[in-house]
């Protein structure tokens, strides 16, 4: 199966640093590329995104940080029309590192559909146990 | 009680908005003032899931002039949100009488100077900026509510009237 490409569009520099993270549990990673907000007004992000995906023939994935953010209304502005894009929001680590395991085993919705279950589900509160 | 704050933002409804003025104020109402967008069903509907907690409205520029003042008296709180000065002179000009805007964020662009971190003005936002203080707008710069606000015309003089 074809290798589905990703951009990580964050606050700050969150996306870096996340891609800097999964690769120190992953190791090199290809095909996806990170965009800040920072600096970027609406109009502007849209179309910064859409620049970056617009070579996605086959689809892909925009994974942004936080719902109702800015990230991820450009995300979906620029991802309007083109079905095999797919916008997940609230990625974090656990999500990113299944994302690189599985990019190249499933089709665009059935892989964004997992993310999002494996992200949600990564988050725990846990006690340790006494003695 | 209505009206506690009218930003200009060129993010329009983003993680500031919802989260920290919406922590800090706990508005009803978003009010997004936007010609472009209310045209737009699908952008009017991605504004409304950015703001769970609250009602959004998007109006146009003469919609929102024409309940401004029926808003002030409403129960419940309300923000205004609108993504540059010109939108937030034309609202002025058409009758709604706002008292201050606060400038959350205006980025950069080609031809645009500093004045704030998060706030970049040219020459045709300096005029609008000037027309606003004239009548006796108050225009303040704060991008969110942990940080102090600070005049315009102290940020950047040459908007003076």
């Known amino acids: 199966m074809r290798r589905i490409p990703a951009l990580l569009v964050t606050h700050a520099d969150l996306g870096a640093a996340l891609l800097r993270a999964a690769q120190q549990?992953?190791?090199?990673?290809?095909?996806?590329?990170?965009?800040?907000?920072?600096?970027?007004?609406?109009?502007?992000?849209?179309n910064a995104i859409r620049e970056r995906v617009s070579g996605w023939t086959h689809g892909g994935l925009v994974l942004t940080d936080f719902p109702g953010g800015s990230c991820q209304q450009c995300g979906l502005l620029a991802a309007r029309g083109n079905a095999e894009i797919l916008v997940v929001t609230g990625m974090n680590l656990p999500g990113l590192l299944d994302y690189l395991h599985n990019r190249e085993q499933y089709p665009v919705a059935?892989?964004?559909?997992?993310?999002?279950?494996?992200?949600?589900?990564?988050?725990?509160?846990q006690h340790a146990r006494p003695e | 009680m209505s009206w506690l704050n009218q930003r200009v933002d060129d993010r329009l409804i983003h993680g500031q908005v919802v989260v920290a003025w919406g922590s800090a104020l706990r508005p009803a109402r978003i009010y997004v003032v936007d010609d472009q967008v209310a045209a737009s069903p699908?952008?009017?509907?991605l504004l409304v899931s950015a703001a769970p907690d609250a009602e959004v409205r998007v109006l146009t520029v003469a919609e929102a002039a024409a309940v401004w003042e029926a808003e002030r008296s409403a129960p419940g709180g309300a923000l205004l949100v609108l993504r540059d000065l010109r939108t937030a002179r034309a609202l002025v000009e058409s009758g709604a009488a706002v008292p201050a805007f606060t400038l959350g964020g205006l980025h950069y662009a080609p031809g645009k100077a500093k004045i704030a971190e998060y706030v970049y003005l040219d020459d045709a936002d300096r005029e609008d900026a000037r027309a606003l203080l004239q009548r006796g707008v108050k225009l303040e710069v704060q991008d969110?509510?942990?940080?102090r606000p600070q005049g315009l015309m102290v940020l950047d003089p040459t908007v003076a009237p």
């Open chain 2, 42 to 45: 699908w952008e009017r509907d």
């Open chain 2, 144 to 147: 969110v509510p942990a940080t």
């Open chain 1, 25 to 46: 549990i992953y190791g090199p990673v290809g095909d996806v590329e990170f965009l800040s907000n920072s600096e970027f007004s609406r109009t502007d992000l849209e």
């Open chain 1, 110 to 125: 059935e892989l964004a559909e997992r993310l999002m279950t494996r992200a949600r589900d990564s988050v725990r509160v």
